[in-house]
């Protein structure tokens, strides 16, 4: 690719933040994602899970235990009430310790909501397999609570309005998004390329229209991204937090960078 194609791909690349701006403060917190939003990332990324009374919750591990107070409490088996009675921020700095709450799906719509600019939503689903379809149909409910509406990045859809596309490591659970709401794009999750092979041809599950490979695999099979770009997909590449990666990207056309450093990536494209 040309010096051209990399200049336009650093101008329209979307930088999404992962978890929030997680490198500098606790991930999945308030705090974290008013920090992306402060650096100017144009999407968020977050894990979603259910609480036992049914509420959807930002926390990425089956356990709160590497990011809270809590010890290996599995959070499908506590009420949002319970879950709030723990600290999720102190674990990260603890010699400036800042107590923060779990965060609720519901708080980020709302983050997002009042942003004051267009800010695109990734959300992930988690255990896909325990709660057959809950998560889904609850964020599904969610988001059309809010008037989020589907689309795979800023070129689509209002110019002013949020966006979101849902995204799995399972293919069953991108099934189910596309018999309940087609609308909402589907990103693919993968990390071994072996996956690829159980669906014929450069299809994704689910009618996904979005490949969503690790920098790691991305790293070893650069191919892999311009197959998937010519069979017509968009690539987004997850966790990139390192300059030659950013670089990478740039020079495959990727159409979005998931990192934990959306300010550092910003100024690396000129942005
Ligand atoms: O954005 C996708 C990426 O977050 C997937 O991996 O483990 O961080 O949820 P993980
Ligand atoms: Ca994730």
Partial sequence: RSAADRSRTADQVQVVAHRGSSAALPEHTLAAYQRALAEG??????????????QLV?????????????????????????????????????????PQPVLTLEQLLGLVAD?????????????????????????????????VEGATGPGQGDPERPHARIMSFSGVALG??????????RVFLFEHPA???????????????????????????????????????????WTVDEPADVELCLELGVSAIITNRPRAVLDQLGR
């Fill in 176 to 185: 189910r998004v596309r018999k309940a709401a087609p609308a909402f794009p």
């Fill in 195 to 237: 996956v690829l092979r159980m669906w014929p041809g450069a299809g994704l599950p689910a009618g996904a229209v979005v490949a969503g490979p690790g920098i790691d695999l991305v790293r070893r099979r650069p191919g892999l991204v311009r197959a998937l770009r010519a069979a017509g997909h968009q690539v987004h590449v």
């Fill in 58 to 98: 930002c926390v990425h591990d089956r356990t709160i235990a590497r990011v809270s107070d809590g010890g290996r409490r599995v959070v499908s088996t506590l009420t949002l009430e319970q879950l709030e009675a723990y600290d999720f921020g102190s674990w990260k700095h603890p010699e400036q310790p800042e």
């Fill in 115 to 147: 942003a004051g600019r267009r800010v695109d939503l990734a959300i992930e689903t988690k255990h896909p397999v325990r709660f057959r379809g809950r998560v889904e149909a609850e964020l599904l409910a969610m988001l059309k609570r809010f008037g």
């Fill in 41 to 54: 990332a144009d999407a968020l990324e977050c894990d979603v899970r259910v609480t036992s009374d049914g």
